[in-house]
């Protein structure tokens, strides 16, 4: 039986559902490698996870979370002591007959019986020529009878640190390095699975390097459905003891609005610990909308919701950051405004009254990232879910 997971990704029992999607990457994956996109929260890392501990026929697949690394040479010390970690895929024998440059490093590298010693030394000897070395050591994959998945967690956190050490010009090559390796037509047993918040576009837009990624098929992990949300609440509050009332789950779908799984995980949990100082386990409508009002929204959750404001200084310069504080800031109030009046606010605060371009950019990277959403019709801008903006005027309503 699933059970409450707020925060680290789900997995093993606590893993709700997608079949269908899984079936879907593990299908397409047999053409190409893939790039999973979701705004954060939506449960990219728990699938990723669920192809690694659940892999299907006798594929390998290793999870890398990618998010601390800022520079190729890490990138591919990651993949390569991977390999050299599993057992039994004769790997490090191979790397043995490599090689002219390096040689000396790899060497050295292949004695360490410590897997730390031998990322230590390898990444010693990738200093030297990272694309190249890269390259052979990949291609060395070829001649094992097996097939792999390597999942890179986080691309986009990984390039916004490369970014920031080594500058746009490495990142570019190692991003066209990246693609040439997956499209090489040696490499037919690996295969790619990248995952990352719908950020990406916006960070390779910047450097225009978008095409970098244009061999990945696009894979969108979506919400919950209402009756998969259902069926989860349901089980989730079971899995605490809690009998709903039927009024009160299509409260809690009411509120959600937007099924992501980890809205739900907080609202549940949030319930059932309310639920420990009462005397009753009924839940009724009232009892949710008092607990989403007062504990869902109040100081001890701020944190749930917290990273959306974050990264906002993270990700977007600090031009765009102003901006988009101030529009999310008179939207969470408003409820809607139209394109004009958050023109008006985009100029007010970029002191840009030709910024036309400049905002229609902003606009499209804060549908992209989760922020809002616009009806095609008029032109009308709001909040992507009442949890968002309700919380967002709670915090930052009404503070400069
Ligand atoms: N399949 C799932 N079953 C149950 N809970 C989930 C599932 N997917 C995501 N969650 C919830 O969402 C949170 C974030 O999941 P995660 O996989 O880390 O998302 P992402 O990688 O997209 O940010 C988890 O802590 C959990 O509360
Ligand atoms: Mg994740």
Do not use: C
Request: no cysteine.
């Amino acid at each position: 039986m699933v059970h409450l997971v707020v925060g680290p990704p789900a997995t093993k029992v606590a893993f709700f559902d997608r079949e269908k999607i899984l079936e879907r990457i593990w299908k397409r994956i047999e053409v190409g490698s893939l790039l999973l996109v979701a705004p954060r929260r939506f449960g990219k890392t728990s699938i990723m996870l669920q192809m690694r501990d659940f892999p299907k026929d006798d594929t390998i697949v290793f999870y890398m979370d990618t998010e601390w690394i800022s520079e190729p040479i890490d990138f591919i010390t990651e993949i390569v002591s991977q390999l050299a970690d599993e057992e039994g895929n004769g790997f490090l024998e191979k790397v043995k007959g490599l090689s002219k440059r390096g040689l000396k490093y790899l060497q050295g590298a292949i004695e360490e019986t410590e897997i730390s010693g031998f990322k230590l030394k390898l990444r010693e000897a990738l200093k030297e020529n990272w694309k190249e070395m890269g390259r052979e050591l990949l291609q060395l994959i070829e001649t094992i009878d097996k097939r792999f998945v390597f999942i890179v967690d986080e691309l986009p956190l990984m390039v916004n640190r490369m970014l920031k050490k080594k500058g746009e010009e490495e990142v570019e090559e190692f991003l066209y390095w990246f693609r040439t390796v997956r499209i090489s037509s040696g490499l037919k047993n690996i295969r790619f699975v990248i995952g990352g918040s719908i950020g990406m576009e916006h960070i390779l837009g910047k450097i225009g390097a978008i095409a970098s990624i244009n061999d990945l098929e696009r894979i969108q992990i979506e919400a919950f459905d209402n009756k998969t949300a259902y069926l989860f609440i349901k089980e989730l509050l079971e899995s605490e003891d809690i009998t709903p009332e039927e009024e009160a789950l299509k409260k809690i779908l009411e509120i959600i609005e937007v099924n992501i799984p980890y809205f739900i995980q907080v609202l549940i949990a949030t319930l059932s610990n309310e639920v420990l100082y009462l005397k009753t386990k009924k839940i009724t409508p009232e009892l949710v909308e008092e607990v989403y009002q007062n504990r869902v929204l109040g100081v001890e959750s701020r944190t749930y919701f917290e990273h959306y404001y974050q990264r906002i200084n993270e990700y977007y310069d600090h031009k765009e950051a102003k901006a988009t504080k101030l529009i999310l800031k008179d939207l969470s109030r408003a409820e809607k405004l139209s394109r004009t009046e958050l023109f008006d606010i985009y100029v007010r605060a970029t002191n840009d009254p030709e910024g036309e371009e400049g905002f229609n950019h902003l606009m499209a990277d804060l549908e992209n990232d989760f922020y809002v959403k616009s009806e095609a019709e008029n032109g009308e801008y709001e909040f992507i879910t009442k949890v968002l903006r309700d919380w967002w005027r709670r915090y930052y309503g009404f503070v400069d």
